[in-house]
C-alpha cells in the first residue's frame, strides 16, 4: 500500500520555471527521501532529509518536511527539458523499517522546451 | 564504483511458468531489496536482504520469493506466473538503511 499522496499528479511547465511538487504520508517517519524515475527506468536518489530537519538544499532541489502536517515538497528551480521525469518520495528506513520504502504515488513533472 | 545491474531487462514469459531475476548490488553493499512497480499499485516492497538473511518482507503471495549469495548478489523468483504478474522489477542496495541505490529494472511481460 502506498503511504501517502503526491500532489499534483502531473505538472507541466515551460523551461526556467519553478515546479513544486508535494508529499503527504500518514504514519511517523525516520526519514523521507525524493526519488527520480525517468520513463519506466530505474529510481534515482535525488535527496534525503530527516524527521528533525525543516528544510533542505542541494543544487537546484529545494526540499522541506513539516512533520506536524505529515507532509513534503519538493521544489526545482530553472527546470530544465532534462528535468522531465517522475518523481516520487518515499518513507521509511532506520532501525524499525529496514531499508524498505514505503513510496508515494508520484509526479509526473513535464519540462517544455 | 559501478552501479547496481539486473538481469535481464526484459522477459516475456507466459502464464504459469516461473521465473529468475537476478540484481548485483554496488560493491560492499550487503543490502538488497526488490520493489515491484505497476501502473495501478505503483512502487511496493518485496523483501530485503542482508548477509544471506531476509530482513523484511512486503505482502505480496509465496509465489514470490527471494535470496541472497555470499557476495551479496540476489536473486528472485516467481513460480505460476500469473497476468498481474506483469510488472517492472526493480532491486535496490544500499549500505545503511538510507539512500538507496536502484538498478535499471527487469520489465516481466506476461501473457
Known amino acids: 500500500s502506498q503511504q501517502g499522496e503526491e500532489d499534483p499528479q502531473a505538472l507541466s511547465i515551460q523551461e526556467g520555471e519553478n515546479a513544486t511538487m508535494n508529499c503527504s504520508y500518514k504514519t511517523s517517519i525516520n526519514n523521507l527521501q525524493w526519488y527520480r524515475q525517468n520513463s519506466g527506468r530505474g529510481l534515482v536518489h535525488l535527496i534525503l532529509?530527516?524527521?528533525?530537519?525543516r528544510e533542505k538544499h542541494s543544487g537546484r532541489l529545494r526540499v522541506t518536511l513539516d512533520t506536524s502536517k505529515k507532509s513534503s515538497s519538493l521544489l526545482i528551480t530553472a527546470s530544465r527539458a532534462a528535468d522531465t521525469a517522475s518523481y516520487f518520495c518515499?518513507?521509511?528506513?532506520?532501525?524499525?523499517?529496514?531499508?524498505?520504502?514505503?513510496f508515494g504515488e508520484g509526479t509526473q513533472l513535464t519540462v517544455n522546451p | 564504483k559501478a552501479g547496481v545491474t539486473q538481469t535481464p531487462r526484459y522477459l516475456i514469459k507466459t502464464r504459469g511458468q516461473q521465473v529468475t531475476l537476478s540484481c548485483s548490488p554496488i560493491?560492499?553493499?550487503?543490502?538488497v531489496s526488490w520493489y515491484q512497480q505497476t501502473p495501478g499499485q505503483g512502487l511496493q516492497f518485496l523483501f530485503e536482504?542482508?548477509?544471506?538473511?531476509?530482513?523484511n518482507k512486503g505482502n505480496f503471495p509465496g509465489r514470490f520469493s527471494g535470496r541472497q549469495f555470499s557476495n551479496s548478489r540476489s536473486e528472485m523468483n516467481v513460480s505460476t506466473l500469473e497476468l498481474g504478474d506483469s510488472a517492472l522489477y526493480l532491486c535496490?542496495?544500499?549500505?545503511?538503511?538510507?539512500?538507496?541505490?536502484f538498478g535499471p529494472g527487469t520489465r516481466l511481460t506476461v501473457l
Open positions: 535496490a542496495s544500499s549500505v545503511t538503511t538510507d539512500t538507496q541505490y
Open positions: 536482504y542482508f548477509s544471506e538473511t531476509q530482513r
Open positions: 560493491s560492499g553493499h550487503r543490502s
Open positions: 518515499a518513507t521509511g528506513g532506520g532501525e524499525t523499517s529496514g531499508s524498505r520504502l514505503t
Open positions: 532529509i530527516r524527521s528533525n530537519e
